[in-house]
């Protein structure tokens, strides 16, 4: 097919990787950025690309085969990504695990109605850690699944934080215990607790004047964020968070661990390493865009997940060279 014009809404980390992964993809065009501050406030960093106000895309007619949705899981997807679903081709990274099946359903909806094509919860989990414990699943149907995420920082988690009344700014890691680590890789398929798992902790910025035992009370019990996690909360001042949690790295690991039919133990592993989680969401998210923009062409309409999605559907290259050189 030929060039994918994509649109992004939102210019913050998730917006500017999105600007940068365009920048590898030669079979992709990005046409504007779309923001709800003032356009003159927005300096993008690539020459001559349109800031245009979000309301531009109320018209349902801005030259883009698809719209990448860069706002947070907490508030803003779940009424973004049913609205735009209406108007354009989308792709999002909602990643409350949780309230992903309430979140298709209103978006599949919207989608369907308007003959558009919407693919939710992309990026790495969601997305290709799902991709990796639907393979193990399926390869070892007697077994277990394990999902380890960190050491790094979870945008949704620090995007929530933000949220809380008197919060001005929040960085929050998300760290593996690694001795239930290792207890999964020597095969002794344990059965894990979320609390068991991992450990949440977090830098906060309070505004002035603000509540902090309050703020941290309703960080810890946060449902689908915290309340199932031993979380930490520390207190920080804005010049502390900028001078040692500006970085945003991330990873993890997905193990399936199981036995052949005839008792034998097999482990699949697969681990990320990122020295910045929203550049790595992006490319992904760039990537299933392309996926996107197919699927409609076929004229495959409503909300699709990563796994509706066929791996070749991902890339520019066509079915002979992928044989030729990847399989």
Known sequence: MGTVRLGILGYGNLGKGVELAVRQNDDIELVAVYSRRDPASVTVATEDLPVKPAEALESGTEPIDVLILCGGSATDLPKQTPHYAALYNVVDSFDTHARIPEHFAAVDAAAKESGKTALISCGWDPGLFSLNRLMGNCILPQGADYTFWGKGISQGHSDAIRRIEGVADAKQYTIPIESALEEVRSGS???????????????????????????????????????????????????????????????????????????????????????????????????????????????????????????????????????????
């Open 189 to 327: 398929n344990p059965q894990l607790t979320t609390r068991q798992k991992h450990l949440r902790e977090c830098f906060v910025v309070l505004k002035d004047g603000a509540d902090a035992a309050e703020v941290e009370r309703q960080i810890v019990t946060m449902p689908n964020y915290f309340d199932e996690y031993d979380t930490t909360v520390h207190f920080i001042s804005q010049e502390e968070l900028d001078r040692d949690h500006s970085a945003m790295p991330h990873g993890g690991f997905v193990l399936r661990s199981g036995q052949t039919a005839s008792g034998k133990n097999m482990l699949i592993e697969y681990s990320l390493k990122l020295d910045s989680n929203p550049e790595f969401t992006s490319c992904v998210l760039v990537s299933y865009a392309r996926a996107v923009a197919r699927l409609n062409a076929e004229g495959k309409s409503g909300a699709h997940t990563v796994f509706d999605v066929p791996p070749a559907y991902l890339s520019a290259l066509d079915g002979a060279e992928l044989r030729a050189h990847l399989l």
